[in-house]
């Protein structure tokens, strides 16, 4: 089995500050990591994967997020917030082996403010 | 433009009635999902499809039915088993199952 938890329901940042939205998962064997992006009505968006290698894994839009293998979390970070950085974050996880089927957290929603 | 089209993108359904929701990608990619998104739930799998003419069980099957005809399509339709159907369906593909997700711009379903 596995899962993700994303414990904050809404993150509060000030515009220019660094933020960090938090992930952590549960998953047998080696994960695949993902985040995602979604602004009001829309689709996700691709952010960034971590697959194996780096544990700082670069992505779009100035993001970036650290892969924790003892602490089983893979946060997402940005050294600088933009008020257009403002929108729901998901986090996912796959195991490596077997079928694959993506679980998705519950999302967290970023407010920058300006 | 390559990408994934989902199609109404919103939808109103009398009880009782079936309604099939469309879903095309030209990216040539294998696998395909269809997701349904519930507020403070996050994304719950419904189907999803590795190959042509091949599809799975999710989490939340019951009341849905799909089918894989073609690699570029994947329609979900949502029958009348569906208890409490509306909600925000968002479809996916990825090159296989182990990569990144390219999403639809979703259809919102309501029961009227």
């Known amino acids: 089995a596995q899962s993700v938890a994303q414990p904050e329901d809404q993150v509060n940042v000030a515009e220019g500050n660094p933020l960090t939205v938090k992930c952590t998962y549960s998953?047998?064997?080696?994960?695949?990591l993902f985040w995602y992006v979604q602004y009001p009505n829309r689709g996700l968006q691709f952010l960034l994967k971590?697959?194996?290698?780096?544990?700082l894994v670069k992505g779009s839009y100035g993001f970036e997020a650290e892969f924790n293998k003892s602490q089983t979390s893979f946060h997402l970070k940005k050294p600088s917030a933009l008020v257009s950085d403002s929108a729901l974050y998901f986090c996912?996880?796959?195991?490596?082996?077997?079928?694959?089927?993506?679980?998705f957290g519950t999302g967290t929603k970023l407010q920058v403010i300006p | 433009d390559g990408g994934i089209t989902q199609s109404p993108k919103y939808l109103f359904r009398k009880e009782g009635q079936n309604v099939t929701l469309s879903c095309e990608q030209n990216?040539?990619?294998?696998?395909m999902y269809w997701y349904r998104q519930d507020p403070g739930q996050g994304l719950r799998l419904i189907y999803y499809?590795?190959?042509?003419?091949?599809?799975q069980k999710g989490d939340i099957a019951e009341g849905y039915s799909v089918s894989r005809e073609k690699k570029e399509s994947f329609p979900l339709t949502v029958t009348s088993a569906q208890k409490n159907p509306t909600a925000f369906y968002l479809c996916?593909?990825?090159?296989?199952?182990?990569?990144?997700?390219?999403f639809g711009q979703g259809t919102r379903l309501t029961v009227v």
């Open positions: 990216l040539n990619h294998d696998a």
């Open positions: 998953v047998s064997g080696n994960p695949y």
């Open positions: 996912a996880v796959l195991y490596s082996g077997g079928y694959q089927k993506v679980t």
């Open positions: 996916a593909s990825s090159i296989t199952g182990r990569s990144e997700a390219f």
């Open positions: 499809s590795q190959i042509v003419n091949d599809f």
């Open positions: 971590y697959i194996t290698g780096d544990n």
